[in-house]
């Protein structure tokens, strides 16, 4: 796809990137600009001055001239676990993503040299973890390192596999299991960083603006799936509609839409089983509708990550202007709340199924055994969802709300951002579990009832049904649930 414009980069796409020569030519023009304000020799950070509370020395200039390198090597001090792979593309396209605003100055060059990399499909070893800095410099550092030859590099996945962990070995990284992580060191012509374009490949937060853009893209998918299991769930017990009609969600739209999509999915019931069916039934409307609502407020967040000032110095208006733009609390706050409302989905789900597998609210066997008593059932599933959501719910506490002094004291306070989108990685991932896990009770309840399979939900049986054969006696269930991630949810 030929890029026009940073806003037509999508840091989830997989496609190659190929940058159009009018956007090419802009930024070559605010490179020969940029370069010529820096002649004028008043102090510019970390140009020719040091970084942190080293801003107050000067440098000469053959100081300068292996300052920019030395940059990303002094504070690329993270190790294992990495990111996998989509994160760590996630995460370089960003990079180029807020490259393309001009903001960065950088050259034409730097940005051949990291389209070069993105389209290589190899990713650098990013830390997952420890970036205690008001920013990204950690991670930022190992993600640009393989731009100058330094750092590690992890191959494409294959396709159908997970991505790589991987521990520290002798001589640097080495995977537990699948390829090997190869040196950075030749795997891309030889490129040496020109004035600021080190302290440029470190600023801001497009890590977290990266990242959150892809979990924004996984968690659309994975609202779509909760409100489909959880139709399942309420269809399969015959449960009141009363609580999805669309008087009840008067001044929400969101709330209604979700309403909608529910009775939608779940079909009519002319003959409840009882008057009221369990809480975690009656609010499912209310529980995605949440989810939905925080997710189109981190998208908006990311919006504004890309589209508003995230270096520091960024050349505005033919000058060098130091900003905030570091302070991911936007990216933190919104990532934080979106965890908080998975977290919450997978309660309910995980309440939902111990419902599923109580006689008295479905009028079924005990624990959907076929033979209860000899078999055991599902219970062992939901036992898995507890522990699951025991997980979730420690991800939960707040990022941004614990700083510390660094640097001396001259950065004094951060968000935390990396993090707070490293928890909701994996609250998707933990949800996802819980969401299975539900799914399995629903599809063996529809198979002991009597209860056709609504029509808005015919296509979602049938995948689990691809991919899950009937069961009638007990077996190690896990496989299934792994069935159900890897290619139904």
């Not at 968000?415 to 928890?423: C, I, K, L, R």
Request: charged residues 20%.
């Amino acid at each position: 796809m030929m890029i026009n414009d940073p806003a037509e980069l999508d840091p989830a796409s997989a496609d190659v990137v190929e940058l159009a020569p009018a956007l090419l030519e802009r930024m070559a023009a605010i490179r020969a600009a940029a370069l010529q304000t820096l002649e004028s020799g008043e102090p510019v950070y970390g140009v020719n001055t040091g970084m942190g509370n080293l801003s107050k020395v000067r440098l000469t200039e053959a100081e300068q001239r292996v300052h920019q390198r030395n940059l990303l090597l002094g504070r690329a001090v993270g190790g294992p676990p990495w990111l996998p792979p989509e994160e760590s593309r996630a995460v370089l396209i960003a990079r180029l993503k807020t490259f393309l605003t001009g903001d960065s100055a950088v050259s034409v060059g730097l940005i051949h040299q990291l389209v070069a990399l993105i389209n290589s499909r190899h990713t650098p070893t990013i830390p997952a973890e420890g970036a205690g800095s008001a920013g990204e410099i950690i991670p930022l550092a190992h993600a640009a390192g393989p731009l100058v030859g330094v750092g590690w590099l992890q191959p494409p996945p294959p396709a159908g596999t997970t991505p790589l962990a991987t521990t520290a070995g002798a001589g640097g990284p080495t995977p537990t299991s699948g390829g090997e992580l190869r040196s950075a060191a030749g795997f891309l012509p030889p490129f040496e960083l020109g004035p600021k374009e080190g302290i440029a490949l470190l600023a801001g937060t497009p890590g977290a603006a990266g990242r959150a853009a892809l979990a924004v893209r996984k968690v659309g998918r994975l609202a779509d799936r909760l409100s489909e299991v959880a139709a399942g769930a309420i269809a399969v017990v015959g449960a009141n509609r009363d609580p999805y009609r669309p008087a009840a969600a008067r001044g929400d739209d969101v709330l209604a839409a979700e309403f909608a999509r529910l009775v939608e999915l779940a079909g009519p019931e002319p003959e409840p089983r009882s008057l009221q069916a369990p809480v975690s039934f009656r609010v499912a409307g209310h529980v995605n509708a949440h989810v939905r609502r925080t997710l189109q407020q981190l998208e908006e967040a990311v919006e504004r990550a890309f589209t508003g000032v995230s270096d520091s110095p960024a050349y505005l208006d033919g000058d060098f202007v130091g900003t905030a733009g570091f302070h991911g609390i936007d990216l933190a706050a919104y990532c934080d709340h979106l965890t908080t409302a998975l977290a919450h989905a997978a309660e309910v789900s995980t309440a939902r199924l111990h419902r599923l597998l109580d006689p008295n609210v479905t009028g079924l066997t005990a624990q959907l055994a076929r033979e209860p008593g000899p078999q055991a059932g599902l219970v062992a599933i939901h036992k898995r969802a507890v522990a699951t959501t025991h997980q979730l719910r420690r991800l939960t506490l707040p990022t941004a709300i614990s700083t510390a002094e660094t640097s001396n004291g001259q950065e004094d306070v951060q968000t935390f951002s990396w993090e707070a989108v490293g928890n909701l990685a994996e609250a998707i991932r933990l949800t996802r579990e819980t969401t299975a896990c539900e799914l399995l009770a629903v599809r063996q309840a529809f198979a002991l009832s009597a209860r056709p399979i609504p029509p808005g939900l015919h296509d979602l049986i049938q995948a689990v049904d691809d991919v899950v054969p009937p069961i009638d006696a007990d077996r190690p269930f896990g496989e299934d649930l792994t069935n159900l991630l890897t290619n139904v949810l």
